[in-house]
């Protein structure tokens, strides 16, 4: 056996390279749970909507997006417990090219992607429907594990510790722009600081970035009427209550009436064609209504459980690569989590963002499945 020296959180660390154990059980086990209380609400939420729609897309089939998220489900399960199973030298080998791949579905999208809703962000392969944006997230995080790992060391410079980084956010995000998504957008930018913070870069970079952001933000809000409405609305809702604000008035219709035990399970009143999205981005609302505030509770503190986990598994590593990446895609569950509680509850303004587990669509689970098998292959040379 030979023995690497390797630097997880700025603490030199000893590695032991042996036999992988077994993956966490704990993680898995919450993922599961949260994956299969996720699945009972796309089949509450969505009935009313997939039976609202004969001979479309649906055919009149209440159980419509239910069996179709099952069937991803189960899917991303396997890949969740397949992806365990490969060695943490694998995705830093092939990160780069999982990088370039994304980057190419994203320029595909422009020219040949499928507009729903206004934006252009799916491609249709034969038999599936995928959202490239999804994929990028996961990219940025190897991608940048594996180029921090090799920078140990140089990452204060602004040769070696911010250009490169930089660069492929700004291609990323200006291809999602073009779509546009600034959701996508917003979390790309977020969770690419994260990975530099953890890389040690120094602090005043990202001073500059907030600023360089701040002046980015403002620009949009100018010259992009549709994010300006997006703040008005965000202010004041019910000035536009039958318009931009429709959805948020609805969103807190259904959690308002959900009060402190929810009406049960199946019986929300909103899922009925008065909250748009309800099985998608704003399924949270439809939960907190038959479940109540003590559901929404338990909910959040199952995600909450799930994310502490992920980051005690990430500073158990033994290498700086498997860390980065472990805390990497944990902060990505945080940041969806948080934003997407926040803009039904509007504490910040509407944005696309899904929630984990729950929100209907086959790209995001099996990538979340994905994401979180990865977790769990970097559990299993956890030293515990």
């Known amino acids: 056996m030979r023995y690497e020296s390797v630097r997880l959180a700025g603490f030199p660390v000893n590695a032991k390279k042996e036999k992988r154990g077994e993956p966490d059980l704990s993680f898995c086990v919450l993922v599961l749970i949260l994956l299969s209380m996720g699945l009972l609400m796309v089949l509450s939420s969505s009935f009313a909507r997939a039976y609202y729609d004969p001979g479309k897309v649906t055919g009149g089939n209440g159980a419509y997006f239910f069996i179709r998220q099952l069937i991803f489900a189960l899917a991303g399960t396997f890949l969740m417990f397949a992806t365990s199973k490969i060695p943490m030298s694998l995705y830093r080998k092939y990160s780069v090219h999982f990088l370039v791949a994304s980057v190419i579905l994203l320029l595909l999208v422009p020219f040949v992607g499928t507009t729903v809703n206004g934006s252009r962000r799916w491609l249709v392969l034969p038999g599936i429907r995928i959202q490239p944006s999804e994929l990028a997230k996961l990219a940025v995080i190897l991608s940048f594990a594996r ?58 970079w990202f001073v500059s970035a907030v600023l360089i952001l701040g002046s980015a933000l403002a620009v949009l809000l100018i010259f992009f009427p549709y994010a300006s409405e997006r703040i008005t609305t965000w202010l004041d809702p019910f000035a536009s209550s039958s318009d931009e604000g429709y959805q948020i008035i609805q969103s807190l219709y259904a959690i308002g009436s959900g009060g402190l035990s929810g009406l049960g399970f199946g019986k929300s009143v909103q899922k009925y064609l008065y909250l748009p999205e309800e099985h998608n981005d704003f399924i949270f609302p ?69 929630l984990p587990f729950f929100s209907y669509g086959g790209t995001a689970l099996m990538t979340e499945l994905i994401e979180m098998g990865i977790i769990l292959s970097a559990s299993r040379d956890a030293v515990y």
Request: hydrophobic share 55%.
């Open 147 to 204: 180029l921090i790992s090799e920078k140990q060391g140089k990452m204060h410079s602004f040769k070696e510790g911010i250009l490169p980084f930089a660069g492929i956010m700004a291609l990323i995000v200006g291809l999602l722009m073009l779509e546009p998504h600034f959701s996508a957008s917003i979390i790309i930018i977020a969770i690419g600081g994260i990975m530099l913070f953890l890389g040690g870069v120094n602090l005043g």
């Open 286 to 354: 439809v939960y907190c209504e038959e479940m109540g505030f003590i559901g929404a509770a338990l909910l959040l503190c199952l995600f909450a459980l799930l994310i502490l986990r992920g980051y005690y598994i990430a500073l158990k590593c033994p290498d700086r690569f498997s860390f980065l990446v472990s805390a990497g895609i944990t902060s990505l569950l945080f940041i969806q989590v948080f934003l997407n509680v926040g803009v039904v509850t509007n504490l910040l303004p509407c944005t696309g963002i899904s």
